[in-house]
């Protein structure tokens, strides 16, 4: 890590921490100052002042809403009484490390011992219909030889709120595309690490430039409709599909990417959405065949959906996608040419998953009730024990072009389960456990990733 990439951390941490200390602590340096200023005899002025401002303690407490296409913390400047908002995430991941897993695949969440994620949102209100919003990410993975990794991640964009059925977004922002790309924030999903569905086949943290059109058809039915820059399908690795494509650049698109949702909400607590993404990630390559020079068009056709349904302490969600790629023989030309070793992609790929949740915390203190309170830490009140269950099938290489079965191959033909537990000391912090077992169908994988087990904390703020 450089000097300067060092001091950008370091300024980033420092920014967060004090963040959330002051997040957390606010409510008791408010009740302090109350006691402070108004410890005399109880007289009834001091008994109002106290009540208005213990209720003005309440009021301020973090309402965790959802924008649409947005995770909790990312939402809080389109709920907030001010002008401005600050608010984030972060997590700390612990994972084993596994002995001989081939690095070559280049995915670093498969061999790395510690994960460090943290993030921040800045949102400022200009008016009621133009809402300002912003993010800087920073991961940090270390491998066993204590060698250090770090991707930053950048948001900004703007909102128009022209009425409920038509609102704009405009900037880079996350593509509405899958369930975790929009819910990605530690407390809204169960396992220490996302899933790989959703990881692999529909990458998530998916953000690109372009504008987005959303709002609501009727009490039911929600829409979102976005147009991006598009992938780029020279850094693509084969084993996990289209997700190293993914860059954060402001150029003249070659080709304009399309991302439709529709969301139906119709029925208490259940949620379906379908969504897509349609476009090249060729971005005006070309490589040189038996034919001369030919463009490389590297058309995705990709499709979503879920499903999420809440029932009192039960929680189930699935998800499924199918997907396609042209060009793959001529990504491994522009790859080999690129990287230095050429990529065999899949030209179908399909993932799906299963998920069932339950919070138990509710018979273990069957009869009490739970009081309200205000600590930093936690909230008997909105505390949870959940116990999950997660299947998941995915394969990166269903389908292979004719021309690349003889090169070698790196493929993600995975059967996963995951049970675990999630422990919200409140609403915002959550502590996670879970095992993995995972199967490669694959024969030729060489060293196939072990079961493992995963522990890790999250917060928002």
């Known amino acids: 890590m450089s000097l300067f990439s060092f001091y950008c951390f370091t300024?980033?941490?420092?920014f967060i921490i004090s963040s959330v200390v002051l997040r957390l602590t606010r409510p008791l340096l408010l009740l302090f100052f109350t006691g402070l200023f108004f410890r005399t005899e109880a007289q009834p002025d001091t008994l109002l002042a106290d009540t208005?401002?213990?209720?003005?303690v309440e009021i301020e407490r973090l309402k965790y809403k959802q924008q649409p296409g947005l995770a909790l913390a990312a939402s809080k400047i389109f709920f907030s009484d001010k002008r401005y908002s600050i608010s984030g995430f972060g997590e700390f991941n612990f994972v084993p490390y596994q002995e001989g897993v081939n690095r070559d695949v280049g995915d670093l969440e498969l061999y790395y011992s510690g994960l460090?994620?943290?993030a921040t949102f800045f949102g400022y209100r200009f008016s009621d219909k133009f809402i300002w919003n912003s993010e800087f990410q920073i991961e940090?993975?270390?491998?066993?030889?204590?060698?250090?990794?770090?991707?930053?991640?950048i948001e900004a964009f703007v909102d128009y709120i022209a009425a409920d059925y038509l609102k704009a977004r405009l900037g880079f922002y996350p593509l509405t595309i899958g369930y975790v790309n929009n819910n990605d924030e530690p407390v809204q999903f169960y396992s220490v690490n996302r899933a790989e569905v959703e990881r692999i086949i529909t990458p998530s943290t998916w953000i690109e430039f372009g504008m987005m059109f959303y709002g609501n058809i009727s009490p039911s039915f929600s829409y979102a409709l976005g147009f991006s820059q598009g992938l780029n399908s020279a850094t693509y690795l084969g084993p996990t599909w289209i997700r190293q494509g993914r860059e954060i650049r402001i150029d003249v698109p070659e080709r304009i990417s399309v991302n439709p949702q529709l969301n139906y909400t119709g029925i208490k607590n259940l949620t379906l959405s379908a969504s897509g993404y349609f476009g090249d990630s060729g971005q005006g390559n070309s490589v040189l065949t038996d034919a001369g020079e030919e463009r490389v068009d590297a058309t995705i056709?990709?499709?979503?959906a879920y499903a999420k349904y809440d029932y009192k302490n039960w929680r189930f969600i699935s998800v499924g996608t199918y997907g396609s790629l042209s060009d793959t023989d001529k990504i491994f030309q522009l790859t080999e040419r690129e990287q230095g070793i050429g990529q065999v992609l899949g030209s179908e790929v399909y993932g799906y998953l299963f998920e069932l949740g339950h919070d138990i915390l509710p018979y273990l203190r069957r009869g009490s009730n739970p009081k309200h309170d205000e600590h930093p830490l936690y909230n008997r009140a909105e505390m949870k024990f959940s116990l999950f269950g997660r299947y998941e099938r995915l394969n990166t290489h269903n389908r292979i072009d004719d021309a690349l079965r003889f090169e070698d191959v790196a493929v993600s033909d995975l059967d996963i389960w995951t049970?675990?537990?999630n422990f919200n000391t409140r609403e915002n912090i959550v502590l996670k456990a879970n095992y993995q077992y995972r199967v490669n169908r694959y024969s030729g994988d060489p060293n196939p990733f072990k079961n493992i087990v995963e522990a890790g904390i999250g917060f928002i703020f």
């Open 116 to 118: 460090y994620r943290f």
């Open 11 to 14: 300024f980033a941490a420092l």
């Open 52 to 56: 208005a401002l213990l209720k003005k």
């Open 419 to 421: 049970f675990g537990v």
């Open 140 to 153: 940090l993975l270390h491998d066993r030889d204590q060698e250090v990794h770090y991707e930053i991640v």
């Open 301 to 304: 056709a990709l499709g979503t």
